[in-house]
């Protein structure tokens, strides 16, 4: 079956960087747009950070991550990667990647915790 999991959390200071990895498995990940999700503390919902394109590899980014954050993915390994560089501490999330398939089903991994403190 479809299976997302994700690594890479951790805590780490004002200005500091960490890359997430997403694996994934069950299904033609070349053929998958790939999204990186967060949720914040205290917050209901899930906000989209990062999107990146099967094909073509198109990426899209939320306003507040947009010049911090690069999305990749590499169909050979199946994987998308978030690298967050220069992160603040409003970056502090769970974060989680995602996957929809053709009926409109979304596919979440576990998450992965990201704290950003002094």
């Known amino acids: 079956q479809l299976q997302l999991v994700e690594s890479g959390g951790g805590l780490v200071q004002p200005g500091g960087s960490l890359r997430l990895s997403c694996v994934a498995s069950?299904?033609?990940?070349?053929?998958?747009?790939m999204r990186w999700f967060r949720q914040s503390p205290g917050k209901a919902e899930r906000e989209v950070v990062a999107?990146?394109?099967?094909?073509?590899?198109?990426?899209n980014y939320a306003a507040p991550v947009k010049g911090r954050f690069t999305i990749s993915r590499d169909n050979a390994k199946n994987t998308v990667d978030l690298q967050m560089n220069n992160l603040k501490p409003e970056d502090t999330a769970v974060y989680y990647c995602?996957?929809?398939?053709?009926?409109?089903?979304?596919?979440w991994g576990q998450g992965t915790q990201v704290t950003v403190s002094a």
């Open positions: 995602n996957t929809r398939n053709r009926q409109g089903d979304d596919y």
């Open positions: 999107i990146i394109t099967a094909a073509e590899g198109l990426t």
């Open positions: 069950g299904f033609t990940f070349s053929d998958y747009t």
